[in-house]
C-alpha cells in the first residue's frame, strides 16, 4: 500500500535540515500525517536557510499529494500490464547495459535513502535484491528514479529542488540514457486509459498544463485524470486536494496580510498581489457525496439583475473632499450636498457616469473627531466609518439636501450610492448609549494590563466612554473599550471593530451578530438607506459571513487566528450555527429584494469569498481586489487564471465582479498606474470587461492624494491635469457609454493569443462580448515587451445549460457567417480607422493582433457584408492589405465612383474657384441705370471653351451613372451663364443718381463680398446650380451626399485657401440654396405665409445648420450661425435677381427690396432670445418696393423649359450609391454601391443631439 502525502528527500537535504526519521517510509519517502507535520519541515528548511527562499508549508505538502497521486497511477498501471516493470527492467539492460543500470540504481539508492539502508539496517545491495510486499525492489527503485526525475521537471517544484535534486545522479551515472530508454520502452506501450496519451506524457501533463502553480496541478489532476485513472477511484483524493488547496490558499492570504499595510475601516491591502481565487465545484459535490461537510453549502442563488443594473458605471467621491474642492472650483461656498452644481452633474453623466458613491454622508462619531484631535490631528473630523447613526449629517444639509441632489441626478441618469458599515458603529453611537447589550463584550478586561483613566469621549451626560490608556503613547492597541453606565458604575468592556489584519479601529464598536435582535437591527437600518439612496455600498463585508464572523469572534476549540483574547469565547461549529443558523447577507438579500427591490447591494468581500458573495448570498456585486493589484504589479498570467477560473465555474460571477484602480482604501490610480498607456490600457479593460467599473476620486483629474476617511479638505491643492482629462474623453467614456455592449456574460469569450513560435502569451488580454448584431473585441499588453500573435479559440467556458466546458471560435463569438465573397468590416477605437477582412480568413485562420509596450486596441461595428458584381470591396481589401482608412463604405465609393471624381475636380478646383474671385472695382457701364456689361464679355472664348468641355465631360460621366435625360450642352451653357453671373454680382456698381436705400443695400452687398470664401461659396453654387438643367435642387442636393461631391467641392474650396472650419459652414449653405425652393416672398413672415418661413426652418439642412434643439420644451437656435445663413442668403438673393431681371430699374428695385427684409430678419434675431418661436413672432415684411419678389425662372432653367417643351415630363433616375452618405463613424450596407440604375431619392439627415444655447 502506498504511504500518504510521500515524496523524496536526498540523504544530504535529511541532514542539512534535521528531518526527523519519523517522516520517512520504508521507501524513504517524506511522510505528512497532517498539515502540522508539513509545518515543522517547513520551519526547519527556513530557519537553515536563515530567511532566504522560504519554504511554505502548503506547497511542501500539495508536493507529497502530487507525489502520492503518480504512484496511485503507476501502481493501477502496473497492475493492468503485470510484469511491465520488470519487462522495463530488462530493456534497459539490453539497450544501456547491465552494470551501467545497476550502478545508476545503487547510485539512487544511496542518493535516496530507504529507511532501512539511511539506517544502516540493510546495505544498499541488500534492498536492491530484496523485496516488498511481493514487488521486487528493483523495480520499486526503478519507478521511485522514475518520480524523481518528473519532480525535477517539474517548474512549480524548483522552490524545493535542493531536496530531490538529481544533478549529481546525473553527472555520475547513466541515469540521462535510463530516463531516455524508459521513455522509449514505454512510448511502445499501450496508452494509459482513454488518453491516447505515453505513460512519460500523461504523467508529465499536469506539470505542462500549469508550470506555475502546484495547486493547479492538483486541480487539473482531480479534475482531468478520471479517463486516465482506469479503476482507480479518485474520489478518494478529493477531500485531501481541496483541504491542501485551500491550505495554500490561507497561507497565501496569512502572508499577503503580513506583508500589506492595510488601512481604517474595510482592512484594504495594498502591498502585496492576492491569490488567485479557484472554484472546485466537481470535488465538493464529489466530497459531499461522501458525506464529507467541510465547509458551508454553497448553492447557486444569484440575485436577478434589474435592467439598470449591468450598465451601472460607478465614481467615488469623499463628501467633504469634494465640496471643498467644487467651492474653490467656483469660487462661492459649496458645503451641502443640495449646493453641488447641474453643471458637476451634466459632467459626469457626459462622461458615462450613472452612479455616483457618497462616501461618509452619514451622522458621524464626535468622540472619533475627539480621538484623533487628542492625537495631534486637530484639523481631522470623525472617521466616515466611524457613525453616530444613519441619518444624513446635518453639516451637509440632512435628508432634505439629499433628496434635492438625488432628484436632480435621477434627471441626468444617475443614482446615488452611500456607505453601510454594518460590523460596527462609533464608540459614542446611538446604539452604543441605548443598547450597549448588542455589542460584543467582557464583564472585564480581557488582559489586566488595560488601564482606563483616560478622558470621558461621551457625550451622553450617563455614559462614560473611555478608551485604553496606551493608545496615547502608542505602546499598546487595545481591542476592547470601556463604557460605564455612571447611574450605577456598571462598567462593561466592549470590543472594537476589527477583521483580525491589523490593529483595531479606535473609534469602533463591535456589534454581536449571535442576537436576533442586532441582525434585525441591523437588517431595519439597512432598508432605511435602501429608501434614500438606490445602491449601498457595504464596507468589510466578508467580516460577516458565517465561516469569518466564527473565525475572529467565536473561534472553534483550536483554532489560532480569532481576534486577540477570543479563544476563550470559543464554540464549536454546531454551537455556532444553532446561534446564527442562517447567513446573515442571505436574509438582508432576501428581505432587500421584497421591501426594497430597486436596489443594489454591493459587498467589499475579499478573502477568497468573492463568488461566495454574489452566486450563494445574492449580492448584486462584489469588489475585485484581483483586478487593481494583479493589472498593476502585471501578474498577467495569474489575472488570466482568475478569469478563466471564473467562467469555467460560473461565467454569472465574472458579470458581478467590481473592477478598480483604486478605491478609497488604497493608492490613488496615479500613484499605482502612472498616466502613461498601462494607465488607459488598464482603464480600458476595466471600462470594457464584464462586471461594474468604478472610478476613485480625482482618478479621472489625475489626482495624486490619496484622502483620509477623517479629510475635510484635501490638503494637497491640486489642479486637474486637462490632458489626461481630454485622454478620457478621447478613448474611455465613449466605452462607458457602450457598457450594454460590454456588461454581460451570455456572449463573453476569453481568447488565448499564440505567438508565432506556437506558445500563449500570457501578458495580452483578449477577448470579445456581443448583443444582438453589435460585437466588440479587445486586446490589451499589460507589459513592456512587444506583443504579436493570433486569436482563433476561447478558453472554455461552463456552459450552463449544458453543464459543461465549452470552447468556441472567434467566428462564432463575432457571429461571423461562412458566405462566398463575404468581408468582415470593423473599426478601431484607438485610431478611429476602419479596417477590412475576408470573412473565410477570420473563421479559417483567426485575428492577427500586434500590439506595442501596454498597447491596446477595441475593434466595434463588425459588420458582414457580401461583394458588389463588380467586385468594389475585394478591390479595396487588394489595396488596402491591412491598413485602415477613416471609413471602410467611403473608400469603396471612392472605387465606383472614381471617374466621376476625375470629371467633376477637372471641372471644379481650386484654380476654378480662385479665377472668379475678382471684385467690381472697375466702374464701367451705364451709371445713370446702374446696368452692367455682361458678365459674359469678361471671359475669353477660350476660357469658356474650355469651361464648356469641362462641364460636357462631367455631364458624360454623369449618364454613365444612370441619370437619364441628361443634356450635356444644357448644362455646360447653364454653367458659363452661372459664372457669368458670379462676374455680374463682383462687378454690380453704383448708378451714378443712387438712391440712399440703393446705396445702403448695395454698400452692404459688398461688404457680405469681401469675404473671399463667400465669393468661392458663390463659385461653387454656381457649378452645382447649374445642375438644375437635368435635375431640381433636393435632388442635387441628394447626389451632393450620395456621391461624395461635398467632399470634392471641400477639395477644392481648401485648394483655393479657404480654412477647414469655414468649408463644412459653406458647403451646408450652398446644399440650404439648392435645397429650399428660393422665392423671396415665400421666405417673409407675413401673417399668411408664417407658415413657410417655419417650413423654411423646419428644413432638415437649415435646421441642422443653426443647430437648432429642444430643451424643456423650447427649440433654440445658434445666433452665429444664423447671422452666417442671413448673409449669405443676401448674397444668393442678389445674385438670383441679376440672373432673373434684365431691366436695370427692377433690379435695383429687388436689390433694395431683399436688403429690406434681410434686415428684418436680423432685427428679428436680436428680439428672439435664441429661441426659435420668438423669432418667428418678431419677424415681419419688410415694405415692398416695386418690382420686386416675382416669381421668376433661371436663364438656365429657361431655356431647358423650351427645349423641352414637346417632350413628355420623365421622372429623374440616378444610379444610387446610398441612401445617404454616413457620418465619418457609421457606414452603410455595403449593399448600397451598385451600378444598378435606380431613381436617387431624396435623403434625410438626423438633428443634432440637444446642445445648449449660445
Known amino acids: 500500500m502506498n504511504p500518504i502525502f510521500d515524496f523524496h528527500i536526498s540523504r544530504a537535504a535529511r541532514a542539512k535540515y534535521n528531518v526527523d526519521d519519523a517522516l520517512f517510509s520504508l521507501r524513504g519517502n517524506v511522510v505528512f500525517a497532517n498539515f502540522y507535520a508539513a509545518r515543522l ?14 519554504a511554505l508549508a502548503g506547497e511542501l505538502n500539495a508536493l507529497g499529494l502530487i507525489h502520492e497521486i503518480l504512484h496511485a497511477v503507476l501502481q493501477e498501471y502496473r497492475q493492468q500490464r503485470g510484469d511491465v516493470m520488470a519487462q522495463a527492467v530488462n530493456a534497459l539492460y539490453d539497450n544501456v547495459g547491465r552494470d551501467a543500470v545497476e550502478t545508476t540504481l545503487q547510485t539512487f539508492i544511496d542518493i535516496f535513502p530507504p529507511l532501512s539502508v539511511y539506517r544502516g539496517q ?7 535484491n530484496g523485496s516488498t510486499d511481493g514487488i521486487a525492489n528493483r523495480e520499486i527503485v526503478l519507478e521511485e528514479m522514475l518520480l524523481v526525475w518528473l519532480e525535477n521537471q517539474n517548474p512549480a517544484a524548483s522552490p524545493f529542488k535542493e531536496l530531490f535534486d538529481d544533478s549529481a545522479l546525473a553527472q555520475n551515472t547513466a541515469y540521462a540514457r535510463v530516463v531516455q530508454n524508459l521513455r522509449e520502452f514505454f512510448a511502445e506501450q499501450e496508452p494509459v486509459g482513454a488518453t491516447g496519451q505515453t505513460l512519460f506524457d500523461a504523467l508529465r501533463a499536469p506539470f505542462l498544463s500549469a508550470p506555475d502553480s502546484l495547486s493547479a496541478q492538483l486541480d487539473f489532476m482531480l479534475y482531468r485524470w478520471n479517463a486516465l485513472a482506469g479503476n482507480l477511484d479518485m474520489s478518494q483524493f478529493f477531500a485531501r486536494a481541496i483541504g491542501g488547496m485551500q491550505f495554500i490558499q490561507e497561507e497565501q492570504r496569512f502572508l499577503w496580510q503580513q506583508h500589506a499595510a492595510p488601512f481604517g475601516g474595510g482592512g484594504g491591502f495594498t502591498a502585496t498581489t492576492p491569490p488567485v481565487p479557484t472554484f472546485q465545484r466537481e470535488y465538493r459535490s464529489r466530497i459531499d457525496e461522501h458525506g464529507q461537510q467541510v465547509w458551508y453549502p454553497e448553492p447557486e442563488q444569484f440575485s436577478p439583475d434589474l435592467d439598470w443594473m449591468p450598465n451601472l458605471v460607478l465614481i467615488a467621491k469623499s463628501t467633504y473632499v469634494w465640496l471643498d474642492q467644487l467651492s474653490k472650483k467656483y469660487e462661492r461656498d459649496i458645503k451641502r450636498l443640495d449646493e453641488i452644481p447641474d ?9 458615462g457616469i450613472t452612479g455616483l458613491w457618497f462616501i461618509g454622508v452619514w451622522e458621524r462619531s464626535k468622540a472619533s473627531a475627539t ?12 472617521s466616515a466609518y466611524s457613525l453616530y447613526d444613519y441619518e444624513i449629517a446635518n453639516e451637509l444639509g440632512g435628508p432634505d439636501a439629499l433628496e434635492q441632489l438625488k432628484a436632480r441626478a435621477w434627471k441626468r441618469g444617475i443614482r446615488i450610492a452611500s456607505d453601510m458599515v454594518p460590523n460596527h458603529m462609533g464608540i459614542d453611537s446611538r446604539w452604543v448609549m441605548e443598547h450597549p447589550d448588542w455589542f460584543i463584550q467582557s464583564p472585564v478586561p480581557p488582559y489586566p494590563s488595560y488601564q482606563y483613566h483616560s478622558a470621558d469621549l461621551s457625550s451622553d451626560p450617563n455614559v462614560t466612554i473611555q478608551i485604553e490608556d496606551h493608545y496615547f503613547d502608542k505602546t499598546d492597541a487595545a481591542v476592547v473599550f470601556k463604557r460605564t453606565d455612571d447611574a450605577t458604575r456598571d462598567a462593561r468592556y466592549i470590543y ?23 441582525r434585525e437591527a441591523v437588517i431595519q437600518t439597512i432598508l432605511h438607506v435602501a429608501q434614500q439612496t438606490p445602491v449601498i455600498r457595504f464596507d468589510a463585508a466578508m467580516t460577516l459571513a458565517k465561516k469569518h464572523y466564527q473565525r475572529l469572534w467565536f473561534p472553534q476549540p483550536g483554532a489560532t487566528d480569532a481576534i486577540p483574547s477570543r479563544s476563550e469565547f470559543a464554540m464549536t461549529k454546531a454551537q455556532f450555527d444553532a446561534a446564527m443558523p442562517e447567513e446573515f447577507w442571505r436574509e438582508v438579500v432576501d428581505r432587500v429584494a421584497v421591501e426594497a427591490p430597486d436596489t443594489l447591494l454591493l459587498a467589499e468581500a475579499f478573502w477568497l469569498m468573492e463568488g461566495y458573495f454574489v452566486r450563494t448570498l445574492g449580492m448584486h456585486r462584489v469588489y475585485n481586489s484581483a483586478f487593481m493589484h494583479m493589472l498593476r504589479d502585471e501578474k498577467n498570467l495569474e489575472y488570466r487564471l482568475v478569469i478563466k477560473n471564473t467562467i469555467e465555474f460560473d461565467p454569472e460571477v465574472l458579470k458581478r465582479y467590481v473592477n478598480f484602480m483604486n478605491n478609497p482604501d488604497e493608492r490613488t490610480a496615479i500613484d499605482q498606474f502612472g498616466k502613461g498607456d498601462k494607465y488607459f490600457g488598464v482603464a480600458v479593460m476595466m471600462a470594457t470587461l464584464p462586471g461594474l467599473p468604478m472610478f476613485g476620486h480625482g482618478q479621472i483629474e489625475g489626482f495624486t492624494e490619496r484622502y483620509g476617511m477623517e479629510f475635510k479638505r484635501a490638503m494637497l491643492d491640486e489642479t486637474p491635469d486637462a490632458w489626461l482629462i481630454e485622454r478620457h474623453q478621447r478613448e474611455i467614456f465613449p466605452l462607458l457609454h457602450k457598457r450594454y455592449l460590454f456588461a454581460g456574460v451570455e456572449n463573453f469569450l476569453l481568447y488565448d493569443v499564440y505567438k508565432p513560435n506556437g506558445t500563449v502569451d500570457e501578458n495580452v488580454f483578449a477577448y470579445s462580448n456581443r448583443v444582438g448584431k453589435e460585437s466588440a473585441l479587445v486586446a490589451y499588453n499589460n507589459s513592456y515587451t512587444e506583443a504579436r500573435g493570433k486569436i482563433k479559440l476561447s478558453a472554455a467556458y461552463l456552459d450552463k445549460s449544458k453543464e459543461e466546458l465549452t470552447q468556441r471560435t472567434l467566428a462564432q463569438g463575432l457571429s461571423l457567417r461562412a458566405a462566398e465573397n463575404s468581408f468582415v468590416i470593423f473599426r478601431d477605437v484607438v485610431s478611429e480607422n476602419e479596417f477590412i477582412r475576408t470573412a473565410r480568413a477570420l473563421i479559417q485562420n483567426g485575428f492577427d493582433i500586434a500590439l506595442g509596450a501596454y498597447k491596446y486596441a477595441v475593434y466595434l461595428d463588425f459588420r458582414q457584408v457580401v461583394d458588389t458584381p463588380e467586385g468594389v470591396y475585394a478591390q479595396l481589401h487588394e489595396r488596402l492589405r491591412g491598413r485602415g482608412v477613416p471609413n471602410i463604405e467611403q473608400a469603396a465609393r471612392d472605387i465606383q465612383l472614381a471617374p466621376l471624381y476625375a470629371a467633376f475636380r477637372d471641372m471644379v478646383n481650386g484654380q476654378s474657384i480662385m479665377g472668379y474671385r475678382e471684385t467690381g472695382s472697375r466702374e464701367t457701364g451705364n451709371r445713370e441705370t446702374g446696368s452692367r456689361e455682361t458678365g459674359e464679355q469678361k471671359d475669353t472664348e477660350s476660357e469658356r471653351r474650355e469651361t464648356r468641355d469641362k462641364a460636357m465631360a462631367f455631364a458624360e460621366v454623369v449618364k454613365e451613372y444612370g441619370v437619364e435625360d441628361v443634356d450635356a450642352d444644357a448644362f455646360a451653357e447653364a454653367v458659363t451663364d452661372n459664372l457669368a453671373g458670379v462676374r455680374q454680382l463682383n462687378d454690380y456698381a453704383l448708378p451714378k443718381r443712387a438712391s440712399k436705400d440703393l446705396k445702403a443695400a448695395l454698400g452692404d452687398l459688398k461688404n457680405r463680398l469681401t469675404d473671399d470664401s463667400a465669393r468661392d461659396g458663390l463659385v461653387a453654387f454656381a457649378y452645382l446650380d447649374a445642375m438644375t438643367a437635368f435635375a431640381d435642387g433636393p435632388q ?40 429650399v425652393t428660393f422665392e423671396i416672398r415665400n421666405l417673409v413672415p407675413n401673417k399668411r405665409e408664417r407658415s413657410k418661413f417655419k417650413n423654411f426652418l423646419d428644413d432638415t439642412n437649415v435646421a441642422e445648420f443653426l443647430n437648432i434643439n429642444e430643451f424643456d420644451g423650447v427649440k433654440w437656435f445658434n445666433q452665429e450661425q444664423f447671422g452666417a445663413l442671413v448673409n449669405w442668403l443676401q448674397v444668393i438673393g442678389a445674385y438670383k435677381v441679376l440672373r432673373t431681371q434684365t431691366n436695370a430699374t427692377k433690379q435695383n428695385a429687388a436689390l433694395i427690396q431683399q436688403y429690406a427684409q434681410w434686415n428684418a430678419w436680423r432685427d428679428a434675431e436680436t428680439k428672439s432670445e435664441y429661441q426659435v418661436d420668438k423669432l418667428l413672432a418678431a419677424a415681419k415684411p419688410a415694405r415692398k418696393t416695386k418690382g420686386a419678389g416675382k416669381k421668376s425662372q433661371t436663364l438656365a432653367a429657361k431655356r431647358v423649359a423650351k427645349k423641352q417643351s414637346t417632350k413628355k415630363a420623365k421622372t429623374v433616375k440616378s444610379k444610387t450609391m446610398a441612401t445617404k452618405a454616413p457620418p465619418a463613424k457609421k457606414t452603410s450596407p455595403a449593399k448600397s454601391i451598385s451600378k444598378k440604375k435606380t431613381t436617387a431619392p431624396k435623403t434625410t439627415k438626423k438633428q443634432n443631439k440637444p446642445r445648449t444655447k449660445k
Open 41 to 54: 519541515l517547513a520551519q526547519n528548511i527556513n530557519q537553515a536557510r536563515g530567511g532566504d527562499d522560504a
Open 122 to 128: 540493510e546495505t544498499i545491495e541488500q534492498y536492491l
Open 343 to 351: 453643471k458637476e452633474l451634466d459632467e459626469l453623466r457626459a462622461r
Open 371 to 382: 480621538i484623533k484631535h487628542m492625537m495631534g490631528n486637530t484639523g481631522a473630523i470623525a
Open 496 to 518: 472594537h471593530g476589527n477583521d483580525g489584519t491589523s490593529f483595531p479601529w479606535n473609534d469602533t464598536a463591535q456589534l454581536n451578530y449571535l442576537l436576533p435582535q442586532v
Open 1036 to 1075: 442635387i442636393v441628394a447626389w451632393i451626399d450620395e456621391w461624395q461631391l461635398g467632399r470634392m467641392l471641400g477639395d477644392a474650396l481648401r485648394a483655393a485657401g479657404v480654412a477647414d472650419a469655414r468649408i463644412w459652414q459653406l458647403i451646408q449653405l450652398v446644399k440650404i440654396a439648392l435645397a
